[in-house]
C-alpha cells in the first residue's frame, strides 16, 4: 500500500483535482494524507483542509534556500504529490503535478501579482520533484520548452469527471435551479474564471452576431468568478444587456450540483479559450450530454479527440458559425452530443487515480 501526502488545492482547477485525487486514490490502492501550508503567523489550528504541514511554505522555501541539499522537511509518508508548484526538499520522493507554463510562456495573461516569485518557484518545483504530472502531452511540450524538464521524468496523467456527471440529473431538480437563475433550457453556456485567456470578449461577440430570432431564443449565460483584468468584458456585459441581450452573468455559483443542473439545461458549451493545459469544463460538458464547441489552441483539440466543433479561438465568426450549427443542425448535434459522452466516458477520475497511482509505484521502484 502507497501511502501518499496529498496537498489541498484551491477550489480552482487545481482544487477540483486535488479534491478528486483525495476521493479515488483509495480504490486505487493508495492510504491518502490530505496536508496543507499554514498561512504565515497562522495559528496550526486554522488549517481547515487536511494536517498542517510543520511551517509555511515561505518559511520552508527560505530554509531551503539558505540550506541547498542539507536541510529535508521530515514528512511520515511514503510519497508526496504536490498539485501546484509549491514545493520545498522532503524526506521522502516528491511528485508534482505541474499543469502548464502559462505565467512564463504568456506573461500578457496572468496578473503581474508576485508574477516572477512564482515563476521562479516553478522552476524550483521542476529542479526539486523526482517526477512531474503533466496533464496533457500539449503541457510536456511546454515544460519541456519553458523548463527544460527532461520528457523521460514527465508522466502524462489526464484529468476527469467523476460519476456524477456521467447521471442524468433530476429534470423537476434542472428546472428548479434554472428558475432560480432566471434561465430558460438551451442557452449558450460558458464556464470559467473570467480573464484574458479565456476569451470570453470574442465569444460574447459571437453570441451577438448571432440572428436575432436565435437570441431572442436563447441566452448567454456566462458561469465564472471575476478575475485578473476583466474590467472591459465585464463593461461589455453591461452594455449588451442595456441593449437589450439576454446575458447573464452567474459570477456566485459554488454549488456542485447547481453547476451540474447549469450545464444539463444548456443547449450548447462554448470554450473559445486560447489556452489550457487541459480544460475540465469541457469534459463536464461532454458528460452533461451538450454539445461543445471549443477552442483549436493549446490542449483542447488533444482533450476532445473530434468530439467537438473546434474553431480559430481568434475568429469571431467563425465561433459563431459553429454555434448556430449545433442549435439548427439536428444530426450534427447529435453526433457532437454521442461524441462527446463517449470521450467523457473515457477520462473519468477513476482513470486518472489509477494512472497516478502508477506513476507512485514506478516512482517507488
Not at 508534482?96 to 495573461?109: E, F, M, R, S, V
Not at 518545483?125 to 515544460?143: G, Q, R, W, Y
Amino acid at each position: 500500500m502507497i501511502e501518499p501526502g496529498l496537498t489541498a488545492g484551491r477550489f480552482d482547477g487545481i482544487g477540483v483535482y486535488t479534491q478528486a485525487l483525495l476521493r479515488f486514490l483509495p480504490e486505487a490502492g493508495c492510504s491518502v494524507q490530505p496536508y496543507s501550508w499554514p498561512r504565515p503567523g497562522a495559528k496550526l489550528d486554522a488549517i481547515t483542509v487536511g494536517r498542517p504541514l510543520p511551517q509555511s511554505f515561505e518559511v520552508a522555501s527560505l530554509v531551503d534556500l539558505v540550506t541547498p541539499g542539507a536541510h529535508r522537511v521530515h514528512m511520515p509518508v511514503d510519497i508526496f504529490h504536490v498539485t501546484d508548484y509549491r514545493v520545498v526538499r522532503m524526506d521522502c520522493p516528491v511528485v508534482a503535478t505541474l499543469h502548464d507554463a502559462l505565467p512564463i510562456k504568456y506573461p500578457q495573461w496572468c496578473s503581474p501579482r508576485l508574477r516572477r516569485v512564482k515563476n521562479w518557484l516553478q522552476r524550483k518545483a521542476v529542479c526539486k520533484a523526482d517526477h512531474v504530472i503533466a496533464p496533457s502531452h500539449f503541457a510536456i511540450d511546454e515544460l519541456v520548452e519553458c523548463f527544460g524538464i527532461d520528457p523521460q521524468r514527465v508522466s502524462v496523467v489526464p484529468m476527469g469527471v467523476d460519476d456524477a456527471w456521467l447521471e442524468s440529473a433530476p429534470g423537476e431538480q434542472v428546472a428548479a435551479t434554472l428558475a432560480a437563475h432566471g434561465l430558460r433550457a438551451g442557452y449558450f453556456l460558458f464556464v470559467g474564471t473570467l480573464q484574458p485567456r479565456k476569451n470570453v470578449e470574442r465569444l460574447l461577440e459571437a453570441y451577438l452576431a448571432l440572428p436575432g430570432p436565435v437570441r431572442a431564443e436563447r441566452q448567454l449565460v456566462i458561469v465564472g468568478g471575476a478575475g485578473w483584468r476583466c474590467e472591459e468584458l465585464l463593461r461589455r456585459i453591461d452594455a449588451a444587456r442595456a441593449d437589450g441581450a439576454q446575458v447573464v452573468w452567474l459570477n456566485q455559483l459554488t454549488d456542485g450540483q447547481a453547476l451540474r443542473h447549469i450545464y444539463a439545461g444548456a443547449g450548447v458549451f462554448a470554450f473559445p479559450s486560447l489556452y489550457e493545459g487541459f480544460g475540465i469544463p469541457v469534459l463536464e460538458a461532454f458528460a452533461s450530454r451538450v454539445p461543445v464547441v471549443a477552442s483549436n489552441a493549446s490542449s483542447l483539440p488533444e482533450v476532445c479527440a473530434g468530439a467537438a466543433l473546434e474553431v480559430d479561438p481568434r475568429d469571431t465568426r467563425e465561433l459563431s458559425n459553429a454555434m448556430l450549427a449545433l442549435v439548427r443542425e439536428p444530426a450534427l448535434r447529435e453526433r457532437c452530443i454521442a461524441a462527446g459522452r463517449a470521450r467523457a466516458e473515457q477520462l473519468t477520475w477513476h482513470v486518472t487515480a489509477r494512472a497516478t497511482a502508477a506513476v507512485y509505484r514506478a516512482v517507488l521502484s
